[in-house]
């Protein structure tokens, strides 16, 4: 029964200092301004460096041809609407249309 107790006292303790470690790492990362541990504080200038704002995702458009979710960038839009290609805009402006589309 001793034993038992021990080996689970261990793993207590044994997972305490594992959290406690990696709490010490983040707070070090932290102060530091980047993720990789270890890495200097000061950029260029030898003052600390403000922390970037991270970036945002590019938003993202549906095309009226095939629907496939495009990069706003990379999408071409005809006639105010969006396409993920060239290709589909000619397509979709080929086909016809009103009465025609019967």
């Known amino acids: 029964m001793r034993q038992i107790f021990l080996l689970i006292l261990l793993f207590i303790v044994g997972q305490?200092?594992?959290?406690?470690?990696?709490?010490?790492?983040a707070q070090t990362a932290q102060r530091t301004g980047n993720g990789a541990?270890?890495?200097g504080a000061h950029g260029a200038n030898g003052g600390?460096?403000?922390?970037?704002?991270p970036q945002l995702a590019e938003p993202m458009i549906r095309c009226v041809e095939c629907g496939v979710h495009a990069p706003k960038s990379d999408s071409v839009v005809v006639?105010?609407?969006p396409f993920c290609s060239a290709a589909?805009?000619?397509r979709h402006g080929a086909r016809p249309t009103g009465r025609d589309a019967r």
């Open 48 to 53: 600390a460096r403000p922390t970037d704002a």
């Open 79 to 81: 006639a105010g609407q």
């Open 16 to 25: 305490w200092l594992v959290k406690a470690l990696r709490r010490h790492d």
């Open 88 to 90: 589909h805009a000619q």
């Open 37 to 39: 541990p270890g890495a």
